[in-house]
């Protein structure tokens, strides 16, 4: 029995549960609470406070957490598929394997978030602040990154296919063998940026701001 279907097992046992019963005064203050594998799924808390709170393993599937402060959360394994992140505060937070399909993450603060191995296919991150994230081993195929900040994140063999990063900046990015087949790279600024062994076939490079940026090929590449 893998991991991945215990976790698909415990998704289903969370989503077919009772809700969560949750303190009087939260929303909007939910900060620094154990909630690990609650069920919060499509609950509504636009503007609440979760900082510093235990989300494992929880259910906020289609949950509303607009403008949220998510801030050095624990939401590792957590599943959050479709669920309404826009302008939410998610530095420094926990999100490890977290399932983040189809969620809209625009305008997001993700700065310093570590989401190593964390789903992220068609998610909208577009205008997102994501500088020094942990992006490695992140399923990103499909996702909408136009005009974010990736400034300095780790994107070790990151699944990008498909994704459009148009407009993003990924000054000194580690975008070390990252699959990056079929992606808009249209007028991003790779600055510095680390390429080593990264997949292109397909990508679109129109206009892409190439300053020292180490090409797939290991050699050192500058626009003329």
Request: net charge negative; glycine share 6%.
């Amino acid at each position: 029995m893998t991991l991945h279907f215990l976790y698909l097992l415990l998704f289903l046992i969370l989503s077919t549960g009772c809700q969560t019963d949750l303190p009087y005064n939260c929303p909007p203050d939910c900060s620094n609470l154990d909630l690990t594998y609650a069920n919060l799924a499509e609950r509504n808390f636009s503007g609440a406070d979760f900082k510093g709170s235990n989300l494992f393993g929880a259910n906020l599937t289609r949950a509303n957490l607009s403008y949220a402060n998510l801030s050095h959360t624990k939401l590792k394994r957590a599943f959050l598929s479709e669920s309404d992140l826009t302008g939410a505060n998610l530095a420094w937070a926990e999100l490890l394997g977290t399932d983040l399909r189809n969620a809209n993450l625009t305008g997001t603060n993700l700065n310093k978030t570590n989401l190593d191995g964390a789903l992220l296919i068609n998610a909208n991150l577009s205008n997102t602040s994501m500088r020094q994230a942990n992006l490695n081993r992140t399923q990103l195929s499909g996702a909408i990154l136009t005009g974010s900040d990736l400034s300095m994140a780790k994107f070790y063999r990151t699944h990008l296919q498909n994704a459009d990063m148009s407009h993003a900046i990924l000054i000194r990015a580690d975008m070390i063998h990252v699959r990056l087949q079929g992606a808009n790279l249209t007028a991003a600024d790779l600055t510095w940026a680390d390429l080593s062994g990264t997949e292109l076939n397909n990508t679109t490079l129109t206009n892409v701001i190439f300053q020292n940026t180490r090409m797939p090929d290991g050699e050192l590449h500058t626009n003329e």
